[in-house]
């Protein structure tokens, strides 16, 4: 597990966020994340594995990850998943389509960020999907979604 995984693993278990900006507009630019090293890279199966933790360590975390400035690797599948987090990325660069096809979150917000699509099809939310000032590169599926929030 990398470093900024084990701080994520810390974050989880608290209520702070895991900022991995380095402050320099210049470097902190998300339409430039794939270039971000990798001490700013949460793996996608991490964040997945946090997410879907429902064993006794996680029994006290609070229920919202929250991530800024991190380039998230690889796919995050959560398809069919029952998602007993809320899920706040902000100024993040993803990498690949999350997939949630079928799942059911508390809340999904990812806010200025870079996202190169989403397959949402029949996802439930039962607060917040926010995808305020977001860059969306490519297909946005939401067919059939239901947010019962704002």
């Known amino acids: 597990m990398s470093r900024p995984e084990r701080r994520l693993l810390r974050c989880a278990m608290s209520a702070e966020s ?7 507009p210049e470097h902190d630019e998300v339409l430039n994340g794939k270039d971000w090293p990798r001490e700013r890279c949460i793996r996608a199966r991490v964040l997945a594995d946090l997410l879907l933790r429902t064993d006794g360590a996680s029994r006290g975390s609070i229920p919202v990850l929250r991530i800024t400035g991190a380039r998230i690797t ?77």
């Open 18 to 24: 895991l900022d991995l900006r380095t402050g320099l």
């Open 74 to 150: 690889g796919l995050l599948e959560l398809s069919s998943a029952e998602i007993v987090k809320s899920l706040w990325l902000e100024e993040c660069y993803i990498e690949e389509t999350p997939d949630l096809t079928d799942a059911r979150i508390r809340s999904l917000r990812i806010l200025r960020s870079y996202l190169p699509g989403l397959k949402a099809t029949n996802l439930k939310v039962d607060g917040q999907l926010d995808l305020d000032n977001t860059t969306v590169n490519g297909r946005l599926r939401l067919v059939n979604a239901h947010v019962t929030g704002e």
